[in-house]
Nanobody, 119 residues
Framework: QVQLVESGGGLVQAGGSLRLSCAAS????????MGWYRQAPGKQREYVAL???????NHADAVKGRFTISRDNAKNTVYLQMNSLKAEDTGVYYC?????????????WGQGTQVTVSS
């Protein structure tokens, strides 16, 4: 089994910054893609950003230029630096990882961390 644990969420004023972390542990052979998603109250979960094992990144248009995804392969950890936060960034942020482990490759999700941006 693989566990993903997010941290770094909290309450911040509009225009402020937060840095989320997500650490993977367990029966990991290799982590392929790692990504962040978010879910606002009453809305569907939406994609935020992705980073591959080689460092290629992609960010959703809604966060491009404000959020930056990165990862530390030695620590099996993915980060999301969030700057210039807006009220509409409020939600629960989840990390997802495509992991080669036992018994095979599959997606894993973290439990989520709450981000609240006050306007």
């Amino acid at each position: 089994q693989v566990q993903l644990v997010e941290s770094g969420g909290g309450l911040v004023q509009a225009g402020g910054s937060l840095r989320l972390s997500c650490a993977a542990s367990g029966s990991i052979v290799r982590i392929r893609n790692m990504g962040w998603y978010r879910q606002a109250p009453g809305k569907q979960r939406e994609y935020v950003a992705l980073i591959t094992s080689t460092g290629f990144t992609n960010h959703a248009d809604a966060v491009k230029g404000r959020f930056t995804i990165s990862r530390d392969n030695a620590k099996n950890t993915v980060y999301l630096q969030m700057n210039s936060l807006k009220a509409e960034d409020t939600g629960v942020y989840y990390c997802k990882a495509l992991v080669d482990g036992l018994p095979g490759a599959r997606d894993y999700w973290g439990q989520g961390t709450q981000v609240t941006v006050s306007s």
